[in-house]
């Protein structure tokens, strides 16, 4: 179960939550199924954008970094789920090996270590932070404003294990989604337990197998609840080999945008939505550093080719890349009038509670997950009143945070899906 939390959302229950309500019993049981065949990842998040006709998740993330973000009464949560999951994984395991972000200087990203390892010792294990960076020779304490440190040891690496000077980890966590690339000493450690695998890398994940996943999924979760599963799910489109400096990369870059666009309005159109339709352009892969760009209209390309190649000319990455065209969806969400948008913490298969991230300088179509952020956790409810299916919508208490919770494991069971289909060692892509 999703615990019930308070959300900036206080109207009516909108028809596609009252449905989601409606079918809780087969929903849950049809994830339960599903975890019986499928592994979820070990842990995620991931980026919810409620537009308010439709709820859909933008993004999914294997190595969330946001932990200290979660609200403090949402710990024994999180505590419980790593219990299960180690117990899966390990059951006899004692030490973990944390491996960060090798540039660790962010005050913020700090106290999400903190908040992991507070998460992981009160669930049994003993933690080290070891850092695979070259320009760390020996280990540093790096101090926090509650008085908290963080410890980061150099990792040594011997036939096939992974450790830091006198700890012998079975279990490697990795919070660095090594979007530069795969160093050598995470290769081959056949001794221990790499989490997340290695093909789950940000240097060689694809955006479009993903929602290629999750596409599949949404078909399967809309037949379930008997409702269009568009209303879940941000279309897109991979173009691959465009080059931003040339006629013929404008011109895929136009095509790309004009497609997607006439199919949404068409959408709009059969559901009678005034809002007008934008697309989202990013690279497929998220180690090239393009971002994302949202554009309503072509006319908007050529700005966008200038600042893909002034991106790219800055990072010295040349100017050709497959791109993801997708649907973009709007956010409603508000906090003190600034656009807000939940974001779903995920360990093992459990919603471990999540925040909002808002952004005053940004509009409702924008990428929030950008400078000038703040976060806002999501807390639980003083009531326990929970929404009762089968009451008219707007009867029940509001609980959106459900649907977040629905959608959210939709994209991790996506996730999971996407890591059976390119992992290198299976003997069938699914």
């Known amino acids: 179960m999703v615990p019930h939390l308070v959300t900036a959302l206080t109207g009516p229950i909108n028809e596609l939550e009252q449905r989601l309500l409606d079918a809780m019993p087969a929903i849950e049981r049809w994830f339960r199924l599903e975890w019986m065949e499928h592994t979820p990842p070990f842990y995620s998040s991931v980026d919810v954008r409620n537009a308010g006709f439709k709820l859909a998740p933008v993004d999914t993330s294997l190595y969330p970094h946001g932990w200290n973000n979660l609200s403090p009464n949402m710990l024994p949560l999180a505590v419980q789920a790593a219990m299960a999951a180690i117990e899966k994984i390990c059951p006899e395991a004692r030490n973990l090996l944390v491996i960060p972000q090798n540039d660790v200087r962010n005050t913020a990203y700090l106290s999400n270590l903190a908040q992991m390892r507070r998460i992981f010792q009160m669930a049994g294990l003993n933690v080290h ?44 966590l990795l919070n660095n989604d090594l979007r530069s690339g795969i160093p050598g000493i995470l290769e081959d450690l056949h001794e221990q337990y790499l989490l997340p695998p290695l093909h789950a890398a940000g240097s060689v994940r694809s955006s479009a197998v993903h929602f290629k996943c999750y596409e599949e999924v949404a078909k399967r979760f809309g037949k379930l609840v008997g409702v269009d599963p568009w209303l879940v799910n ?44 934008f697309v989202v352009v990013k690279a497929d892969n998220n180690h090239t550093g393009l971002g994302t760009l949202a554009l309503r209209d072509v006319r908007d390309l050529e700005a966008l080719r200038q600042k893909a190649l002034a991106r790219f000319t800055l990072a010295r990455q040349g100017t050709v890349h497959d ?44 990428d929030l997950d950008a400078l000038g952020s703040s976060y806002l ?4 409810a003083e009531s326990n009143h929970l929404p009762q299916a089968g009451l008219r919508p707007g009867a029940s208490a509001p609980n959106r945070f459900y649907m977040y919770g629905v959608v959210a494991r939709l994209a991790m069971l996506a996730a999971s899906y996407e890591l059976e289909a390119t992992d290198p060692n299976a003997e069938h892509l699914v």
């Open 129 to 172: 932070f070891g850092s695979i960076s070259p320009d760390l020779k020996k280990s540093v304490a790096l101090a926090l404003p509650d008085g908290e440190a963080i410890v980061l040891e150099p990792v040594v690496r011997t036939k096939g294990r992974l450790g830091v000077k006198h700890f012998d980890p079975c279990t490697i």
């Open 377 to 380: 956790p999501l807390a639980f």
């Open 234 to 277: 941000p279309w897109f489109e991979k173009v691959a080999a465009v080059d931003f400096a040339t006629d013929a990369g404008l011109q895929a870059l136009t095509q790309g945008v004009e497609t997607m666009l006439a199919k949404v309005k068409k959408k709009y159109k059969e559901y009678g939505i005034k809002e007008k339709p």
């Open 323 to 366: 791109l993801v065209f997708q649907e973009g969806v709007l956010t409603q969400e508000r906090m003190n009038d600034a656009v807000a948008e939940p974001v779903v913490y995920l360990l093992d298969r459990y919603v471990v509670g999540g925040f909002y991230r808002v952004h005053a300088g940004h509009s409702d179509t924008d």
